[in-house]
């Protein structure tokens, strides 16, 4: 590993989630064009919908969600009740497009309750068109029991997203979340068990006092229980975004060169067990439709990370959830009590969001398919003078062997694969623009 490597992996720079992301949202877009932008959906549109839950029963000190610990119930109804008058003014103006696609995030999404979620979806299926071919919910293997499980297979659940996150006693005790390997292992019985069969793992690497040789344990030990899938993150240190991360030994996380060396070692680990890389920090089996979306240049990525979803539209539901119409981004309001007050006077709670440009359409496209391929092409930036800037703020990479350039195309190396939030970077038009801080490429 080169020392111009770990320079690379210390440089901060977006997910890449969306383009422009999402500090660049503003109150420009409010309930009213959100409310237009439905209305002008074709009937024949398709419609993915995400619901978000921001509470947890304890609170990750690693967490970057948006989320709060709650230890009542009541919250939990008020929150409830909400969601499902906002389906109410969802559905009015786009009852009649299908819904091919349902995810539940947080949050702990499970902290509604085996009826809540179960009410939920009767009124989503009784006021939208829905057809999903995936029915998804994101999962704490602390809190699976079989309760919850049968309102999952009821409700039609077909793929669960667990966050295990390490293995290491050392490790989950250093960031606040411990589960014993046997408790996840009891609740991905239960969901197999419940003919729930898609499953997908998230682990980190980055963590405190993590070593590679912990990491690789903790792969070898999800492997036994066979995911689908393995999501890969860094950990990401933006105590001063999320103050609750100060819990956490600065002087215990390692530095970019052990990073890299993490991430590079657990990559050829899930390789060698027969997963399939995906973009940056995804691992699939060959079977999965992740994997053979990826290699028919079908996938696609939004705020749940890399997905198979095709949907026209993308509708948040819930506080700060984040929608992506044709026409540009929307984001309810971030806090409970703005979402509430919306959601009460029989508003939608939209807060801010963006307008896409041409250009923005152009730049999104190229940065999502070097997300997703690992190359894109140039033409269709539209733009010579672009194209030269964006060669020149590539260049540090391509000299060190991590992308080539041609002059239609630039694809980054498997050497670069860690960097290509680098890459992607370089045709970001508001990069530098405000004072949005963002974690480090790797």
Known sequence: ???????????AA????????????????????YAGWLEELPEAATLSLYLHVPFCAELCHYCGCHTKVVRRREP?????????REIDLLAARTAQQTVSAIHWGGGTPSMLGPDRLVDLT????????????????????RHIDRPLVQALAKIGVNRASLGVQEFAPHVQQAIGRIQPF??????????????????NFDLMYG???????????????????????????????VPWFKTHQRL??????????????????????????????????????????????AAASRLRRNFQGYTTDEADALIGLGVSAIGRMPQGFVQNAP????????????????????AFTADDRRRGRIIERLMCDLAAELDDLGDEAAVADAAEALAPLAAEGLVTIGEHRIAVTEAGRPFVRLAAAAFDAYLGKGAARHSRAV
């Open 14 to 33: 977006p997910r890449y989630t969306s383009y422009p992301t999402a500090p660049h949202f503003t109150a420009a877009v409010g309930p009213e064009t």
């Open 207 to 237: 963590l405190p006092h993590q070593s590679a040789d912990d990491l690789n344990h903790s792969i070898a030990l999800a492997h036994t229980l066979a995911p689908s899938r393995v999501a890969l993150f860094g950990y990401a240190h």
């Open 182 to 199: 046997e408790q996840v292992a009891a609740g991905v019985a239960l969901l197999r068990a419940a003919g729930i069969a898609h499953l």
């Open 76 to 84: 939990i109804d008020a929150y409830a009740d909400l969601l499902a």
């Open 335 to 354: 806090d409970i009590g703005g979402y509430a007050r919306a959601i009460e006077n029989g508003r939608l709670a939209t807060v801010r969001g963006t």
């Open 122 to 141: 009767d009124r989503l299926a009784a006021t939208f068109n829905c057809a999903p071919a995936e029915h998804a919910i994101e999962l704490d293997p």
């Open 1 to 11: 590993m080169t020392s111009k490597a770990c320079i690379f992996a210390e440089q």
């Open 248 to 293: 956490i030994d600065t002087a215990a996380l390692g530095g970019a060169s052990e990073r890299l060396a993490q991430a590079e070692s657990a990559r050829e680990t899930l390789i060698s067990l027969g997963y399939v890389p995906i973009g940056l920090d995804h691992f699939a089996r060959p079977e999965d439709s992740l994997a053979q979306a």
